[in-house]
RNA sequence: GCCUGGGUAGCUCAGUCGGUAGAGCAACGCACUCGUAAUGCGUAGGUCGUGAGUUCGAUUCUCAUCCCAGGCUCCA
């Protein structure tokens, strides 16, 4: 038998038997890699363990501790999941089943329009296991489209995907499912599943121990409302067991970290039905936090120069005619009020009442830029399904500010702002950051091509002088303008999307803005939008989060918690409770009535930064016992110490956040 | 808006194959006066989300509606 000789990643060669596959190798170079590999890249190309290898092939096996091997554990997993459903619901058309982020979906369409109940869940669960355990392989073959289209002919998605990616106009959204083109792939389990994929998949079901089916939901078919819906499952799947329960583990962290839980447990807000969907009422827990954040806000952007404003939550719908809001998001406002003069709205953005401020008067190029900023109750229409704690509410406030330039300060403009973002953002305790870039969306946009241009230059540039990477979102704009999105990463890695600067050349021109230039001429001015917390609620429920509900000294809505050993000591805890209160230290004390392990379990539950406990030494000595959150417990503290530390602490993370 | 699941005491939940409900924690009372994450005993608390229908009788079954959860779609 002839050899051939491959190239590893790290280039060194190794010859194999002729007609050796990709197996074939990982098993030369180590058993425990045999073991581990679930594909392999070709010459660039990720295919399946047994393609035969060329003489000369570049070849890197994937195993399945990497990223790309865990995608093909999933997508194989979906697999399986179809099986199991085409074996209990006989009949079921399938569509796609793609790997995702940590898991894998598959959308079916279930015969007389039939859904998935919970229960359904254990029972294809189980049976996606006995498919496991038979230990079938994924054999791959190739076929062209129309012998593809008789193969499926009894799936019609399958079909549909086949027609489309065969069409001459196929659009990139299928290729993932079966390539592109004339060589349609599908891969075999046994004698009755056959799915269409694309690939690899690992080598056999055996390989694909350690996955949970999660939930069910409706999907669309294609994503598009008007299509019909489909029933979704969705699962994950991990290389390993210890894999699988750590990011099981990890969901359960997210939501013990759930702001909707903290928000009830801290009593910090609600959200009473009796108010409707969407709509929340702050606690006074919960509203001392958000005026710390806003005092804090308000106080940078005075510092910033930004020059404040107050606008009404209704205006009359010309004004929404003007800036545009009713031409292309009429449907997410609220519904019109007939009045005796005409038609009103509650407002969806501050803008077009900026600019109203802006084109009270004449202006001079010498007051440019001008900065106006409101912490302003907006109201939008969200959709029912849509809503999501603070997250997706439909009464919010935004940290709004409408900034007017001339052209040449735009680029500037632009670069302090990145500044402020981070540094306000920093403040809250993010430190890892990522930008997108918007562009302009084809089907839903105002003004002209070249203005676009202009604004989306301006945006970029400012981003490139920052030095900053960042990724393009391309029609994910406003339709006004382009935007720069900053996302942060939270405590436990989650990304959330919270500032926004957006140029726009549109509204100027709308409301028919001016300034009187060094020329004495009339010129256009340029307009930012820009949010930093972006919506205070949000920002909040991101916050609050992130933290585990454990704010920091400085945002916490008790701050510290004195505790008297017994009652002879409640005179003593009430001096300290007023010395401490005395330099606004926000402070409460509960006297002895329960036994003192129980109360100090209450405030730890509460996440109360300090608990101070003081018993005779404490009277005697005018000391307390400080027991901090997260920490070691210090008695015989005079008091005044405490006093110092704890106002140094306040205001250097204060001070800090002032200048970060 | 669409799909699935849910709404029982302040919170977390159990329960009723149709005969008006129970636990733990919290609250309140009494005893205990306690040195760093749950002292003991007792009391009170619910027209079982809301409205209608079926029924001798509905928290339970049916319908509508509101709200909540997870997705889909949407998010200026």
């Known amino acids: 038998m002839t050899a051939i000789s491959v190239v590893l990643p790290d280039g060194s060669t190794r010859e194999l038997d002729d007609g050796a596959t990709a197996f074939d190798l990982a098993s030369s170079i180590g058993s425990g890699l045999a073991k581990a590999a679930v594909a392999a890249v070709v010459d660039g190309s990720l295919v399946d363990l047994s393609t035969t290898l060329h003489d000369n092939a570049l070849v890197s096996i994937i195993t399945s501790t990497s990223d790309e091997g865990r995608h093909v554990l999933r997508h194989s997993t ?308 849509t809503l999501h704690g603070l997250m997706r509410i439909r009464g919010f406030t935004q940290d709004d500010s409408h900034i007017f330039c001339r052209e040449d300060q735009l680029a500037d403009e632009v670069a302090s702002l990145l500044d402020f973002v981070l540094s306000v953002l920093r403040a809250f305790g993010f430190d890892e950051f990522t930008f997108n870039l918007s562009t302009k969306d084809p089907e839903k946009y105002v003004g002209s091509d070249e203005i676009w241009e202009k604004a989306t230059d301006a945006l970029r540039t400012a981003l490139d002088r920052h030095g900053l990477t960042y990724g393009v979102k391309d029609g994910d704009a406003a339709f006004y303008g382009p935007k720069i999105d900053i996302d942060v990463r939270d405590a436990i890695g989650r990304s959330w999307q919270l500032s926004t600067i957006q140029a726009d050349f549109n509204n100027p021109e709308r409301f028919d803005l001016e300034y009187i230039g060094a020329d004495n001429a009339r010129h256009r001015p340029i307009m930012l939008h820009r949010a930093l917390f972006g919506s205070i609620e949000r920002f909040f429920g991101v916050l609050l989060e992130h933290y585990a509900g454990a704010f920091p000294t400085w945002l916490a809505p008790v701050q510290v918690r004195v505790l008297p050993v017994s009652a002879a000591h409640e005179t003593y805890a009430r001096h300290v409770v007023e010395m401490l209160a005395e330099k606004n230290i926000r402070v409460d004390s509960v006297d002895a009535g329960d036994a003192l392990g129980k109360r100090i379990r209450a405030a730890k539950l509460e996440k109360i930064p300090y608990v101070l406990v003081v018993g005779d030494d404490d009277v005697a000595a005018s000391t307390v016992g400080v027991n901090p959150r997260g920490g070691d417990v210090d008695r015989d503290v005079p008091l005044a110490d405490f006093m110092q530390s704890i106002l140094a602490e306040i205001t250097e993370a204060t001070a800090k956040a002032m200048t970060a």
């Open 78 to 385: 979906a697999h399986v999941l179809a099986q199991a459903v085409t074996r209990l619901f006989p009949g079921a058309k399938f569509s796609v089943g793609p790997a995702i982020e940590n898991g894998f979906y598959y959308d079916f369409d279930l015969p007389g329009g039939a859904t998935f109940s919970a229960d359904d869940l254990d029972a294809i669960e189980s049976e996606m296991r006995r498919i496991v355990d038979e230990d079938q392989p994924f054999i791959r073959s190739e076929m062209t489209p129309s012998e593809a289209l008789a193969l499926f002919a009894d799936q019609p998605y399958k079909c549909e995907i086949i027609q489309r990616v065969t069409a001459a106009d196929g659009d990139s959204l299928d290729a993932g499912e079966v390539g592109s083109g004339d060589v349609i792939s599908a891969y075999r389990n046994c004698d009755d599943f056959v799915d269409m994929c694309v690939g690899p998949h690992v080598p056999s079901t055996s390989r694909l121990q350690h996955f949970a089916l999660q939930r069910t939901s409706g999907a669309y078919w294609r994503g598009s409302e008007q299509a019909r819906m489909l029933q979704r499952i969705y699962g994950t799947a991990w290389e390993s067991k210890a894999a699988l329960q750590a990011h099981l583990q990890q969901l359960e962290e997210a939501a013990k970290r759930d702001h909707r839980r903290l928000a009830t447990e801290l009593d910090l807000l609600s959200f009473p039905s009796e108010i409707g969907g969407g709509l929340a009422i702050w606690h006074p827990r919960g509203a001392i936090v958000r005026r710390i954040m806003e005092d804090y806000s308000r106080s940078r952007h005075e510092r910033g120069g930004y020059q404040f404003v107050f606008t009404p939550h209704l205006a009359n719908g010309k004004l929404f005619a003007t800036s545009g809001h009713l031409d292309y998001y009429a449907d997410g406002m609220y519904p019109p009020m007939e009045m005796d003069n005409g038609t009103y709205y509650m407002k969806p953005m501050n803008c077009p009442m900026h600019c109203l401020v802006y084109g009270s008067r004449q202006r001079s190029y010498r007051e440019l830029p001008i900065r106006l900023f409101e912490l302003g109750n907006v109201y939008r229409y969200e959709r029912a399904g």
